[in-house]
């Protein structure tokens, strides 16, 4: 059973920077699929970024394109997420997902992916 440890989650300004990481305990699939979603209390579960092994491929949900940036150490079975002028929209506790290989339409999907993190909370307020 694959475990994913995430962390760097906590508190920050509005306008200020986060890193999230995430590692995989064991290799399970050869050409992976990483990823990070997020989720607030009442709400679905919203994918933000994924990205596939060796970073032969990233997707990014909407509302995080051009703040935030995945990326991946092929060799540690690590996912990082670096998140940019974050804002109060960007408060929610982040899950980590780990999967095999999924062609780029299908990287934002929860069904996507097999395993999946605790989750961490990330918390942007002045």
């Known amino acids: 059973q694959v475990q994913l440890l995430e962390s760097g989650g906590g508190l920050v300004q509005p306008g200020g920077s986060l890193r999230l990481a995430c590692a995989a305990s064991?290799?399970?699939?050869?050409?992976?699929?990483m990823g990070w979603f997020r989720q607030v209390p009442g709400k679905e579960r919203e994918f933000v970024a994924a990205?596939?092994?060796?970073?032969?491929?990233?997707s990014y949900g909407d509302s995080v394109k051009g703040r935030f940036t995945i990326s991946t150490d092929n060799a540690k079975n690590t996912v990082t997420l670096q998140m940019n002028s974050l804002g109060t929209g960007d408060t929610a506790v982040y899950y980590c997902?780990?999967?095999?290989?999924?062609?780029?339409?299908?990287?934002?999907?929860?069904?996507?992916?097999?395993?999946w993190g605790q989750g961490i909370q990330v918390t942007v307020s002045s």
């Open positions: 064991e290799r399970t699939f050869s050409t992976y699929t």
């Open positions: 990205i596939r092994w060796r970073g032969y491929a990233t």
């Open positions: 997902a780990y999967g095999p290989y999924a062609i780029i339409s299908a990287m934002s999907l929860q069904t996507s992916f097999r395993y």
